[in-house]
């Protein structure tokens, strides 16, 4: 076990929440799932928590009760190779969530995500901050990024 795990907390969805993420994601799994005995906060036998696997990165989802939701002041950014990549992410993890801006969204138990393709930061670095401020403002504009759109606003050419 690494010594840094980042904890989701749930109400009750652990086991499910777990379960979709690594059916999503490539090299992943379930580890371990954990069960509340006699006298826990829910009835012996429901689920505790589940301790997997996003591509080798570890989490533990923990069934802790209604007292606490997510919020955008947390989230999980995915570096993505291509738009291939990010059209599957953001359909899968949207599903039953919502769609937010520049590449955020909210899945279906209110988790936030990031779905980056890894050129963005190449062009939003790029020494010429003109370019990386046709790029930012691109960005700004979209809900999925569109890596096409991306670099032909770093070319200039939406430009009229």
């Known amino acids: 076990m690494p010594k840094i795990v980042t904890n989701l907390w749930f109400d009750t969805e652990a086991e499910e929440a777990a379960k979709y993420y690594t059916s999503i994601f490539k090299n992943s799994r379930i580890t371990n799932t954990a069960y509340y005995g006699e006298g826990g906060r829910r009835p012996a036998g429901t689920v505790l928590t589940v301790t997997f696997e996003l591509d080798g990165q570890v989490y533990t989802a923990l069934n802790g009760g209604p007292e606490f939701k997510f919020t955008e002041a947390i989230s999980l950014l995915v570096n ?35 779905i980056f393709p890894t050129v963005l930061g190449e062009l939003l670095n790029d020494p010429d901050p003109v370019k990386a401020q046709r790029v930012m403002q691109a960005m700004l504009q979209m809900g999925k990024l569109d890596i096409a759109a991306l670099k032909r606003a770093h070319a200039g050419s939406d430009l009229e």
Do not use: H, N
């Open 80 to 114: 993505c190779e291509g738009q291939e990549e990010v059209d599957e992410l953001w359909e899968k993890l949207s599903a039953g969530g919502t769609e937010g801006p520049c590449g955020w969204l909210k899945d279906r138990y209110g988790l936030s995500w990031q």
